[in-house]
C-alpha cells in the first residue's frame, strides 16, 4: 500500500456525505467497494484508477509521468 494514500471500504455514510464517484474515472463508487483517498489532491480513487496512479508516483506522492508526457 502507498502512504499517499489512505485505503478504506466504501460505506453509506463515505458514499453519502463524500461522494458515490471515482475522481478520476468517474464511474460509481459502490457499497463494499475497496477505495482510496489520495491525501494530495483530496479525492477517492476506484481501485483502478488508484493503481494507475501508483506506477505514476514517487515515494514523495509526486507525479513523475504525466500522461502524454513520453507518447
Do not use: W
Not at 478520476?24 to 483530496?42: A, F, K, N, S, V
Amino acid at each position: 500500500m502507498s502512504t499517499c494514500f489512505v485505503d478504506q471500504i466504501a460505506t453509506p455514510e463515505i458514499l453519502l456525505r463524500v461522494t458515490n464517484v471515482c475522481g478520476e474515472c468517474y464511474d460509481d463508487l459502490l457499497e463494499g467497494d475497496p477505495i482510496y483517498y489520495d491525501m494530495q489532491t483530496y479525492r477517492y480513487l476506484c481501485k483502478k484508477c488508484y493503481e494507475i496512479l501508483c506506477e505514476k508516483m514517487n515515494d514523495d506522492c509526486e507525479v513523475i509521468e504525466e500522461e502524454g508526457l513520453f507518447h
